[in-house]
């Protein structure tokens, strides 16, 4: 069992460019969520996504971020025109289903610097 | 003010020590509360979960929930070298669909030989 697959590991963007993050769930899990973890901080939920629909965007950036889960594939955060502010860590997590904490697992993140 | 408050340390300890983690929060919904461990570079772990108030023991762990007093801790007995990480406290309103957590920001810990 490979767990939760997040890459790349480490992501370097110039400010203005586009990062696109990536996370395989564990196999049977339907359910992806998305957090935020800036320096010094803890984590901070930014979304929630079952295959092809977005169940729970309220911790999203109105803008430049975007999320998906399509049918086959995995799990992609998009951020647009990256600024400084938006480096920091960003772990998937993904569970067999919506209800419960014990199987909720989480991936080993990637780290975006914004140069 | 934050909805989970956790003090951020370092907490430095000897090897064998009792450590005590805690974290208040200010949401009365909150119904499950979690520890989560994280090593450097990597990403949380569960080490253990409650659900409402109360006491749940896990070898060497011990979590409670006091709800009156929107207070949890985390007690690890015989604390080892390995312990050292990040302990993160998250909790959940977990209203039957779900989840998303709401983390303190991690209290750093040191076991020391």
């Known amino acids: 069992n490979a767990g939760v697959m997040q890459n790349p590991r480490h992501l370097v963007r110039r400010r203005g460019q586009e990062a696109r993050l990536r996370c395989s769930p564990m196999?049977?899990?339907?359910?992806v969520y998305w957090y935020r973890q800036l320096p010094e901080e803890g984590l901070k939920f930014m979304v929630y996504l079952q295959k092809e629909n977005i169940i729970d965007e309220s911790g999203m950036p109105k803008e430049r971020f975007s999320a998906e889960f399509p049918k086959e594939g995995p799990s992609i955060l998009r951020i647009q025109q990256v600024v400084r502010g938006d480096s920091a860590a960003y772990f998937c997590a993904s569970s067999s289903s919506g209800q419960g904490v014990d199987g909720y697992t989480f991936g080993s993140g990637t780290r975006l610097t914004v140069v | 003010q934050k909805e989970v408050e956790q003090d951020p340390g370092p907490l430095s300890v000897p090897e064998g020590a009792i450590v005590s983690l805690n974290c208040t929060y200010s949401?009365?919904?909150?119904?499950?509360f979690m520890w989560y461990r994280q090593y450097s570079r990597k990403g949380p772990e569960l080490l253990m979960y409650?659900?409402?108030?109360g006491n749940k023991e896990d070898g060497r762990f011990t979590a409670q929930v006091d709800k009156s007093s929107k207070y949890i801790s985390l007690f690890i007995r015989d604390s080892q070298p390995s312990d050292s990480a990040t302990y993160l406290c998250a909790m959940t309103e977990n209203t039957g669909t779900a989840s998303k957590l709401t983390f303190g920001t991690g209290t750093r810990l040191q076991v020391t030989l």
């Open positions: 949401n009365s919904a909150f119904q499950y």
């Open positions: 409650t659900y409402s108030s």
């Open positions: 196999k049977g899990h339907s359910h």
